[in-house]
């Protein structure tokens, strides 16, 4: 089965160079620019991993991580990376201990190399 | 002068053992009545000041009771013009100092959602600034992050890349700084203490410096240590203070030159120290080096950097957080700065700490 991966990210200018660098990989991605489209898709495509942005259009990601985690046992299980050039603050703090992504990466501190390892590295074998 | 005699013994009785506790009752009250302040006015420092104040002043009543209950004592006729009327004014104070004191509390709780209120305006405001000015930024630097890996450029346009790169991690730190700034001055730091491996956080540091490392040609010698280290800190603020000192050296530092880590884990606190072989820093800058916007002048000079002094100025702050201490030592040959964070033990309290590799910022 192929392994896809879910983009829910709702700037064009960050979302393409991703996309073409893990197209360039030969991953399968799936995009969507806002909250409840995100939501939608990853229901009914179940990625492999879920990256999300956290201020987004329609739902938050944080909203959208919440309600993956209490939809069901693969929502759960399945690895969110959350990917987001926000502050922290104690709302966002609350949602990271209680959703527990696998990763929270501030964009501007990582390379799109960095980005691509730690996706790889939630992709299951 | 028998009916004043009468009056007055009367007057003592009643002053010792009916004014007496009234008194010290009403100044535990006022004492709470201040404590009570203090907390719904968000523990600020005006707060504080109300506490000193109604306890010195309370203080100072007392003394002038106590003087004045012991010259009662001794002459008796001295009661009615001298002892009464203090007592008399005591009791006046107290009640309308009670009376105040209800009131400012229902004005404290407005004060208190006045503050909640401006908290809440500046995460909005950290949150709107970081995000709008760093999603360009990335933008920025993921693109270049495609152009630079494809083969097919040319070393000129390589060379182009590469100061755009450069130039735009500046902007990033830049704002970093900013908003790490902007966190310090309108408020508290909120630390999330738990267990942390140091080297983690170290690891984490590196690979957000590594392009710039990489573009100037550094090497960077990592802590001798294969296993964790476990300190008991806030893994945000932590990787941002070694990322801070780390970043320092690399621009002080210069091209082709060799920075070396290290860390010292101890019982009760666990070292790290960050070395370059940049120019030494003179000692008339020794006082400034922590404070916000100094700049070592020679360094600026001789290696020109533009990006503000900010950094240490924050790494301190953050340092300070964690519960640890900043300090650094330079020769002619080089510069180590070294930090402090407390070692955890199983006594410290275990706050679930970030899953994430990456750091919060």
Redesign the interface.
Same mark, same amino acid.
């Given at each position: 089965m192929e392994k896809k991966i879910l983009i829910v990210e709702d700037?064009e200018?960050?979302r393409s160079?991703?996309v073409?660098?893990l197209n360039s990989e030969n991953l399968k991605v799936l995009e969507a620019d806002n909250g409840d489209d995100g939501f939608q898709l990853a229901l009914t495509e179940r990625p492999a991993v879920i990256l999300l942005d956290i201020?987004l259009p329609t739902i938050s990601g944080m909203q959208v991580m919440k309600m993956i985690r209490e939809k069901d046992e693969w929502g759960k299980k399945v690895p969110i990376i959350?990917l987001t050039? /926000? &502050?922290?603050?104690?709302e966002?703090?609350d949602g990271?201990?209680n959703d527990?992504?696998?990763?929270?990466?501030?964009?501007?501190?990582?390379? /799109? &190399?960095?980005v691509v390892e730690?996706i790889k590295s939630c992709l299951p074998l | 002068m028998y009916i004043m005699k009468i009056d007055a013994e009367l007057i003592r009785t009643m002053l010792l053992y009916s004014g007496w506790p009234v008194l010290v009752l009403g100044g535990f009250f006022l004492i709470k009545q201040s404590i009570n302040f203090y907390k719904s006015t968000g523990k600020t420092v005006l707060g504080k000041l109300v506490i000193y104040l109604t306890i010195s002043n309370l203080l100072t009543m007392l003394c002038l009771g106590f003087v004045a209950t012991i010259y009662m004592l001794q002459d008796i006729n001295a009661v009615i013009p001298i002892v009464l009327p203090i007592f008399l004014v005591w009791f006046l104070v107290i009640t309308i100092v009670s009376l105040i004191a209800t009131g400012l509390d229902k004005q404290a709780i407005v004060y208190n959602s006045t503050i909640t209120e401006l908290s809440r305006a500046k995460d909005e405001f950290l949150a709107i600034a970081s995000h709008q000015l760093r999603t360009p930024l990335t933008s920025i630097k993921w693109s270049l992050d495609m152009a630079l890996a494809n083969k097919e450029i040319s070393e000129e346009e390589n060379k182009i890349f590469n100061t755009v790169y450069k130039e735009n991690e500046k902007l990033i730190e830049l704002v970093s700084e900013l908003l790490s700034v902007a966190r310090i001055e309108t408020g508290k730091i909120n630390t999330r203490k738990g267990k942390v491996d140091i080297m983690i956080a170290i690891q984490d540091a590196y690979d957000i410096l590594k392009p710039l490392i990489q573009k100037n040609n550094q090497e960077v010698a990592m802590p001798n240590i294969s296993t964790p280290v476990y300190v008991g800190a806030d893994k945000m603020l932590l990787t941002e203070s070694v990322k801070n000192i780390l970043s320092n050296s690399i621009k002080f530092g210069g091209s082709n030159t060799k920075i070396e880590l290290e860390v010292k884990p101890g019982r009760k606190l666990c070292t790290f120290s960050v070395t370059n072989h940049g120019p030494e820093i003179p000692e008339t800058q020794k006082e400034k080096m922590f404070k916000k916007f100094s700049r070592e002048e020679g360094a600026h000079k001789s290696i020109g950097q533009e990006v503000g002094g900010l950094g240490l100025y924050i790494t301190k702050t953050f340092v300070e957080a964690n519960g640890g201490t900043i300090w650094y030592k330079s020769k002619q040959d080089g510069t180590t700065f070294f930090f402090t964070v407390p070692s955890y033990t199983e006594s410290m309290d275990r706050e679930k700490s970030l899953p994430a590799e990456q750091i919060v910022k």
């Open positions: 700037e200018m960050i160079p991703l073409q660098k201020s959350i050039n /926000l &502050e922290a603050n104690d966002i703090m990271v201990v527990n992504p696998a990763y929270y990466i501030v964009k501007a501190n990582s390379t /799109l &190399e960095s730690k | -």
